[in-house]
């Protein structure tokens, strides 16, 4: 479990195929305190950490996995958000976060405003219910705030701190992001679904 706060990015230093699964070693300022098996979310995705050497970790990503996510168009050298699991005792800066994708959102608009970004995506339709008005929706495992829906289509502000600090500044429009919906609003939606 997460909470969609980015502690650090890495950059992809190699990828490996073999029998449909993905293969990736990341470098990173927190790959040092890394242990196998820890879950880490790599761009609001949860991999079990293989290896970890001084300044880099592996991980595999199966291809349900990338079926779902964005992470079959990992190239090396991108920027990956890196955020290890919560802690029972920490505070949840964010929301809950499973590292679990639902699917992927297109960027379609950026804006940079006077101190802050704003930036539109659109998710396929049957996803249109999972979206609220100042809802919580994690976008390559960064907690935001969603506003400005509209169908399939919404948008979240970027505070300079958060832009700096991920992989966000270096998306443009056209991109692919990994979406996790709101678990609670996932499990009310499966209630209604069943007892209508």
Same mark, same amino acid.
């Given at each position: 479990?997460?909470?969609?706060?980015?502690?650090?990015?890495?950059?992809?230093?190699?990828?490996?195929?073999?029998?449909?699964?993905?293969?990736?070693?990341?470098?990173?300022?927190?790959?040092?305190?890394?242990?196998?098996?820890?879950?880490?979310?790599?761009?609001?995705?949860?991999?079990?950490?293989?290896?970890?050497?001084?300044? &880099?970790? $592996? =991980?595999?990503?199966? @291809?349900?996995?990338? %079926?779902? *996510?964005?992470? !079959?168009?990992?190239?090396? &050298?991108? $920027? =990956?958000?890196?955020? @290890?699991?919560?802690? %029972?005792? *920490?505070?949840? !800066?964010?929301?809950?976060?499973?590292?679990? =994708?639902?699917?992927?959102?297109?960027?379609?608009?950026?804006?940079?405003?006077?101190?802050?970004?704003?930036?539109?995506?659109?998710?396929?339709?049957?996803?249109?219910?999972?979206?609220?008005?100042?809802?919580?929706?994690?976008?390559?495992?960064?907690?935001?705030?969603?506003?400005?829906?509209?169908?399939?289509?919404?948008?979240?502000?970027?505070?300079?701190?958060?832009?700096?600090?991920?992989?966000?500044?270096?998306?443009?429009?056209?991109?692919?992001?990994?979406?996790?919906?709101?678990?609670?609003?996932?499990?009310?939606?499966?209630?209604?679904?069943?007892?209508?």
């Amino acid at each position: 479990m997460f909470t969609g706060i980015i502690e650090a990015t890495g950059t992809i230093s190699s990828i490996s195929e073999e029998s449909g699964n993905k293969t990736f070693w990341i470098s990173s300022s927190i790959s040092s305190t890394l242990k196998v098996d820890q879950s880490v979310s790599h761009d609001g995705v949860c991999l079990t950490v293989e290896e970890s050497t001084g300044d &880099g970790h $592996r =991980v595999t990503a199966i @291809r349900e996995t990338l %079926l779902k *996510s964005n992470l !079959d168009n990992w190239k090396t &050298g991108a $920027r =990956v958000n890196l955020e @290890r699991c919560m802690q %029972l005792t *920490s505070r949840v !800066d964010g929301h809950l976060v499973q590292g679990h =994708v639902d699917t992927t959102a297109e960027c379609i608009a950026i804006k940079k405003l006077e101190g802050s970004w704003q930036y539109q995506f659109k998710i396929p339709e049957q996803f249109n219910a999972l979206i609220i008005e100042k809802g919580s929706i994690s976008l390559n495992g960064i907690s935001l705030t969603i506003f400005n829906v509209n169908n399939s289509k919404f948008e979240v502000a970027i505070i300079p701190y958060t832009f700096q600090h991920t992989n966000i500044k270096e998306l443009l429009v056209g991109a692919s992001v990994n979406i996790e919906f709101d678990i609670i609003g996932k499990y009310v939606n499966r209630y209604l679904s069943l007892n209508k």
